[in-house]
């Protein structure tokens, strides 16, 4: 990406940001300029579904950030996860529980929430502007985990020893308690702090997780913000900063998520990379040696008659090994379509004219990035195993969609093997089965000796 176009890029997002800031500001101006609408609703049945789903939506964000934590070892990462972490269990035991046991929350659990929730808030806003990475990730994580949850005991401890507390459930048309204000107002601030360093990273990083987690830090600032100007003193009630909480929570799993998947793809391309390297290093550098040892014996008086047409087929080896590998670093990369890739190699390795090759791409079918590579891998293998060990000399692949299910079919009429199992078939077949259960498919080999060999690979659903 040209510089100018990330700078325009961002200020897109920006002001995208800004029109939902405005809108979301007119709303709330809206409802609080309008006394004869309602502010919350008594429902104590929808405020357990609320609860329920953002004590899930932060529990997976926060073991989704501990996995790109254990991946990575970003402090990032560990101040979102103990921040997911503590939100999460403070839903759990201190609304959702007594919910369930059907005794009204004390006002001591509803303070040991509010405190909880500025915990977890601290936690976030710190996170953008977290750098750097730890060692010894994983004991690190885990004992954050512990803290977070021992803390949380020792809160509500804490809060039950400095009795009497300012009553939160104050009855209707009573006065506010300063300290609800000042904890609400304070979760908002620290909201904003998270939008603004978010927006800032993904100006720096180009982050796409950045730019969601800005989007739900907005979306939690004026859900903040309702409680700041209509607090709930009643823990059977809802607003409409609850639906936006939900909704913040949600627009945080969709961006988690889509990280991790970019991570993995990334992980993937780089494995792809090396095993590329690797082949190169197997294949083509061998033919190279083979080429120059036979030039030095022709240099130094060897026959020509025996030299000269070696040298001719070590080239002709090391020129169709380095187009392989030109098509299998495209793929990996997605520089190239799938199905282009897939037709050039297949040119490429019909070119001698000792195997042909019957290739068929429905065009319905529809293929995820990390499918489109191990599948280009998975057919490449399934040709050099019909090529080179069971001497076929027509192979039919066909990729499409047989009774709503996607599959790849790999057809030879090669001399089979017995058994039609992965350990008869040599490392290719158990290459095959590899790369198929990492895409979450399901492989089945058929073959007899004299009858062939016939491959099919089925994809996730």
């Known amino acids: 990406m ?74 990032v990462d560990l101040l979102l996860s103990a921040g997911f972490s503590v939100s999460a269990l403070s839903w759990g035991g201190f609304v959702i529980a007594p919910a369930v046991a059907q005794h009204q929350a004390s006002n001591t659990a509803a303070w040991a929430f509010i405190v909880a929730q500025t915990i977890s808030a601290i936690c976030i806003a710190g996170a953008p502007f977290a750098h750097g990475r730890f060692a010894a990730r994983e004991r690190i994580l885990g004992g954050w985990l512990l803290f977070t949850g021992a803390a949380l005991v020792v809160l509500f401890g804490l809060l039950y020893s400095l009795r009497p507390l300012p009553n939160v459930a104050t009855p209707s048309g009573g006065d506010v308690p300063a300290a609800l204000i000042a904890a609400y107002s304070t979760q908002a601030l620290l909201a904003l702090v998270t939008a603004v360093g978010f927006n800032l990273r993904f100006r720096s990083v180009r982050s796409e997780l950045d730019a969601w987690l800005a989007l739900a830090a907005s979306l939690l600032l004026f859900s903040s913000l309702y409680l700041v100007f209509t607090p709930l003193l009643d823990a059977q009630q809802v607003s409409q900063g609850d639906f936006l909480r939900v909704l913040a929570f949600a627009v945080l799993l969709a961006g988690v998520w889509r ?30 040696f083979a080429l120059s040892t036979s030039a030095a014996m ?26 392989f590998a030109i098509l299998a670093l495209s793929s990996a990369s997605g520089s190239a379509p799938f199905d282009a890739a897939l037709r050039r190699y297949v040119d490429v390795l019909t070119a001698d004219g000792a195997l042909e090759v019957e290739l068929d791409i429905d065009p319905r079918m529809r293929l995820d990035t990390d499918e489109q590579i191990e599948l280009f891998r998975i057919v490449q293998e399934g040709l050099a195993n019909a090529r080179k060990h069971a001497d076929a000399t027509r192979v039919d692949v066909t990729i499409g969609i047989d009774r709503g299910r996607r599959v790849v079919t790999i057809t030879d009429d090669g001399s089979g093997f017995d058994g039609g199992d992965a350990a008869s078939g040599g490392q290719g077949l158990r290459n095959i089965r590899a790369r198929t259960a990492s895409i979450g498919g399901d492989f089945r080999v058929l073959s007899a000796p004299g009858a062939g060999t016939a491959l ?6």
């Open 2 to 75: 040209r510089q100018d176009g990330g700078k325009d890029a961002f200020q897109a997002w920006l002001a995208g940001q800004a029109v939902l800031c405005s809108l979301l500001g007119a709303s709330l101006a809206f409802f609080l300029a309008e006394p004869a609408l309602p502010v919350s609703y008594a429902l104590p049945n929808l405020r357990l579904m609320i609860a329920t789903a953002i004590t899930l939506a932060a529990g997976v964000v926060a073991v989704l950030t501990g996995a790109r934590f254990s991946a990575d070892g970003r402090r």
């Open 259 to 288: 990280a991790i998947r970019a991570a993995e793809f990334a992980r993937a391309v780089a494995d792809e990379r090396a095993r590329v390297a690797r082949e190169i290093h197997d294949g083509l550098a061998q033919y190279l």
């Open 298 to 323: 022709l240099e130094s008086g060897g026959p020509a008659e025996t030299l000269v047409p070696q040298i001719k087929d070590a080239a002709a080896a090391a020129q169709q090994e380095a187009r």
């Open 456 to 461: 099919e690979v089925a994809l996730r659903a």
